[in-house]
């Protein structure tokens, strides 16, 4: 039999998928339910992994086929090509997910095996050794966080913590923030103004980059920090006119206003936070732990670089979120189930999951790892000191399963620089803001059903 009979993909789930602007057309799959086998090899199977590069190197495809005899086949992600991929019926066996949006939105359409019965019978990966952030992996038809696990974070930041260098303060004569006590975000933004540099009118130090992952995750989180939330309980829709949504909006377009920081109106040629920082040119850098990787292996920079935890809204709660949770699900008609999970096992629980962990790019989602966290040197120890206080902060932000994150950023880009160039009051955007997308997750609600 094979492994998906009896589970059926509507063809409006499908089309639900390709109306976040990935394909078009779809047709009614079928199969029948994986009986799950203990002691799971896949030796002398081949597996297919949609993924990015970087993911996966190909020594390490290598060493999968030595340590596990699993031969991987990697595809490129591409949203498109995985709608069709699926439409036609030949799914990848394991596809890159990001846990903290895509989760919610693939389970909602019924395309995700659930791995409960997997991890309930794994030797490698155990549930009582996950850290609380593969939660984001969770979804149970109506709430992120709770129900059958879908995935798993492959490692993860609270990307509301920031990098700063005490260089750049001490010239600029602004106090450090204390080490494992946040900073009002008010703070946080009068801070990178006072650490800003200009000359000609360029800028030639930023005071802070505060982006996170996504527009929409950050504004989600920064919500639920001022103590309210982004979505309605349901969250079938958006409301940027709550007291708490304005509130983080307000902060954020003035924090793109100042530019003191990156943002949509003034990019960093660099594309991203890492060079910016290591070259002194950003004095705060919202990543997370994980550009640990690259800060550490700078042995200038390193010393003078300190972690700080997320900032918090006065009067507000303090919360910690991953806004990635980056991993890997098995959609429901993959063909070789028992193989890619074997595989997914040696990916998030042995010797890949291992080298992420000692590298600093990333905080283990396994709890039995977290001893190979770089903690060799004098500042490794100081930053752990002040990530492991964090973790006791974190909590699931739930996204909405009505759009995709990128679907909603879109809009975003397309309405909100005019208020951040001081054309467009907030009031006003928050109700532009809330027009477009309210839009895009009614038409999202209808074809999930």
């Not at 002398?44 to 949609?50: A, D, K, N």
Request: glycine letters at 10%; one cysteine or more; a positive charge.
């Amino acid at each position: 039999m094979r492994p998906d009979a009896g589970v059926s993909l509507s063809r409006r789930r499908l089309l639900s998928l390709s109306a976040a602007g990935v394909a078009t057309g779809a047709a009614a799959l079928s199969g029948c339910a994986l009986q799950v086998s203990t002691g799971v090899s896949g030796r002398g199977e081949t597996v297919t992994l949609m993924t990015k590069n970087g993911d996966l190197t190909t020594e390490q495809i290598q060493q999968a086929q030595k340590d596990i005899g699993v031969k991987i086949v990697v595809v490129q992600y591409s949203i498109t090509k995985l709608v069709a991929m699926m439409t036609n019926g030949n799914p990848p066996d394991l596809v890159r997910g990001v846990g903290a949006t895509d989760a919610p939105y693939f389970a909602a359409r019924d395309v995700m095996e659930d791995l409960d019965p997997y991890f309930a019978r794994s030797g490698v990966l155990k549930p009582d050794d996950l850290d609380p952030v593969n939660d984001l992996w969770r979804y149970d038809g109506k709430t992120q966080g709770e129900g059958p696990r879908y995935g798993m974070a492959k490692d993860f930041s609270q990307d509301s913590m920031y990098w700063y260098n005490t260089a750049l303060f001490d010239r600029a004569g602004v106090d450090h923030p204390p080490e494992t006590e946040p900073v009002t975000y008010e703070e946080w933004l009068d801070n990178a103004k006072r650490l800003t540099r200009r000359r000609n009118g360029q800028t030639t130090v930023f005071g802070g980059s505060y982006n996170g992952v996504s527009t929409l995750s950050l504004l989600a989180s920064l919500a639920v920090s001022a103590g309210g939330s982004l979505f309605t309980d349901d969250f079938s829709r958006v409301d940027f006119t709550t007291p708490e949504a304005r509130k983080a909006l307000a902060w954020y377009v003035d924090y793109c206003r100042t530019r003191v920081g990156p943002s949509i109106i003034q990019p960093d040629p660099n594309v991203w936070d890492g060079p910016t920082y290591q070259a002194s040119r950003l004095a705060m850098s919202n990543s997370g732990y994980w550009l640990g990787g690259l800060i550490n292996t700078d042995k200038k920079l390193a010393p003078v670089s300190r972690l700080a935890p997320a900032p918090v809204f006065e009067g507000g709660a303090r919360v910690s979120p991953c806004q990635a949770g980056t991993g890997m699900w098995m959609p429901k008609k993959a063909r070789n189930k028992d193989a890619a999970w074997r595989v997914f096992e040696w990916y998030f629980g042995e010797a890949p999951a291992k080298a992420r962990a000692s590298s600093g790019w990333g905080i283990p989602s396994l709890k039995s790892l977290r001893h190979l966290m770089p903690h060799q040197e004098g500042y490794q120890k100081r930053e752990l000191k002040v990530q492991n206080a964090e973790l006791k902060h974190f909590s699931v932000i739930a996204f909405t399963p009505y759009a995709t994150a990128d679907a909603l950023l879109a809009l975003f880009n397309q309405i909100a620089p005019a208020a951040m160039r001081g054309q467009l009051s907030v009031d006003t955007l928050a109700g532009r803001l809330n027009s477009a997308m309210n839009e895009q997750l009614k038409r999202g609600k209808e074809q999930v059903g």
